[in-house]
């Protein structure tokens, strides 16, 4: 199957501070990326869907000043999380999904664990 | 919110099948039953997908009833990697959206 990638896989940054997460598709072009976030114990929730060349759409509940993403290439999202505070510690994980494909899987990257003390 | 219902948790034997069980009680016709599983502290894996009719592949076999209000992933030969939790998705795949609800968290047990 298609590999996504994410880095980084694990980041601890203090409260206040920014921090970026980057999402590759490394052999697919991927005209739809998502992001969701996972709390300890707790199912995985979609954040925001992200297509090339357009903003994203944030679910409802979502801060998108708080929750900035890119999605520059076809290959590359990034979600930074702005001014983190230790709530905002969570696992993040971002999926692709390609038009080109005629059957319609979505794959997902390894996610990255953010830790803000 | 998530639409399908799955027990929390389930305990199967090494090597022999685990078979997982899905309420779609709400499913619309254009809507496919997809499955993935998340090993701890990884990415959700793909296992499988379907519409009406059953599905295998080298993962799993997907049985949905002919009403499409139920569906059974089956892994026919459990091993101790299998354990993970495991979500049923009813999905439209042209321009749907994954939606998790709290899956059934498998373990395999020697």
């Known amino acids: 199957g298609a590999v996504v990638s994410q880095h980084p896989s694990w980041v601890i940054c203090k409260s206040g501070t920014s921090v970026k997460i980057e999402c590759r598709s490394l052999d697919f072009q991927a005209t739809t990326m998502f992001w969701y976030r996972q709390f300890p114990k707790q199912s995985l929730m979609l954040m925001a869907t992200s297509n090339e060349g357009s903003k994203a759409t944030y679910e409802q509940g979502v801060e998108k000043d708080k929750f900035l993403i890119n999605h520059a290439s076809l290959t590359l999202s990034t979600l930074t999380v702005t001014s983190a505070h230790p709530e905002d510690s969570s696992f993040y994980i971002c999926?692709?999904?390609?038009?080109?494909?005629?059957?319609?899987?979505?794959?997902f990257g390894p996610g990255t664990r953010l830790t803000v003390t | 919110d998530a639409k399908t219902t799955q027990p929390p948790s389930m305990d199967c034997a090494e090597g022999r099948a685990a078979n997982l069980p899905c309420n779609h009680s709400?499913?619309?016709?254009?809507?496919?039953v997809y499955w993935y599983r998340q090993i701890h502290s990884q990415g959700p894996q793909y296992i499988i997908h379907g519409l009406k009719n059953n599905e295998t592949n080298e993962m799993a076999s997907l049985i949905i009833t002919e009403d499409r209000k139920s569906s059974t992933l089956i892994l026919p030969h459990a091993t101790l990697r299998d354990t993970a939790v495991y979500y049923c998705?009813?999905?439209?795949?042209?321009?749907?959206?994954?939606?998790f609800g709290q899956g059934t968290e498998l373990s395999v047990k020697p």
């Open positions: 998705i009813d999905f439209y795949n042209q321009g749907g959206k994954l939606i």
């Open positions: 709400t499913i619309s016709g254009n809507e496919y």
């Open positions: 999926s692709a999904i390609s038009e080109a494909w005629s059957s319609y899987e979505q794959y």
